[in-house]
């Protein structure tokens, strides 16, 4: 089945900065997903992107659905971004099947 | 929000019991899907819908069963719960085969 691989595994930062997480993926996708999970445990959509570029206010997202991956960009990072953020993907071959990558834990210092 | 509500959201439960999870949807959304959360693991796909009725295995689906008898409910079972299915349960919905899936609120299980 497809693989779905994300990194950095872990980041740290202070508030303010600006980071980028990635997602790859082995196999052609048909749609993908980038989640937020709080610390309280929810999980929260924040983008709904099987190509090109979204932005939603200090997040923005592209995947480049040809070379297999997505980038998620936080600027201006606050210390409610903390958590861990999923990628998740439906793999053209395996249709019905959303499947998630391991997640980058995310960690704001004030 | 989706209108998704897992219950219960907590349970502790004792080796070789049954066990039923439900999740309820408002949204008619015809797929459903059952994950589990486990550290080091991230969410793996356990069972998922596609109907009423209409169901198919996920990454992880052993001692798992589930059942869709209303478009509304998706119910998992753990026929005979053991400590390796302790973990955080959630339940997911989709409109469509691809289209954008929204999550429940979790469900934390112990099997002592």
């Known amino acids: 089945g497809i693989q779905v691989e994300q990194s950095p595994p872990d980041l740290i930062l202070q508030e303010g900065a600006n980071s980028t997480l990635r997602c790859n993926f082995s196999?052609?996708?048909?749609?993908l997903q980038w989640f937020h999970q709080n610390p309280w445990g929810q999980l929260i959509n924040l983008f709904y992107?099987?190509?090109g570029t979204k932005q939603n206010g200090r997040l923005s997202a592209t995947t480049v659905a040809t070379e297999r991956y997505s980038l998620l960009y936080i600027s201006s990072s606050q210390t409610t971004d903390s958590g861990v953020y999923f990628c998740?993907?439906?793999?053209?071959?395996?249709?019905?099947?959303?499947?998630f990558g391991q997640g980058t834990t995310l960690q704001v210092k004030p | 929000d989706a209108g998704i509500t897992q219950s219960p959201r907590h349970k502790v439960t004792e080796t070789g019991t049954p066990v039923t999870l439900r999740c309820h949807q408002t949204?008619?959304?015809?797929?459903m899907y059952w994950y589990r959360q486990d550290p080091g693991h991230g969410l793996r796909l356990i069972h998922y819908s596609y109907g009423v009725k209409d169901t198919d295995k996920g990454e992880v689906s052993d001692g798992y069963s589930v059942s869709r008898s209303k478009t509304e409910d998706f119910l998992l079972t753990l026929e005979s719960a053991t400590s390796s299915q302790t973990s955080v349960y959630f339940c997911?919905?989709?409109?469509?085969?691809?289209?954008?899936?929204?999550f429940g609120q979790g469900t934390r299980l112990t099997v002592v």
């Open positions: 997911a919905i989709s409109e469509g085969e691809e289209t954008e899936a929204f």
């Open positions: 998740a993907v439906h793999g053209s071959s395996n249709t019905g099947k959303l499947i």
């Open positions: 992107i099987p190509s």
């Open positions: 196999d052609s996708v048909n749609n």
């Open positions: 949204e008619n959304h015809r797929y």
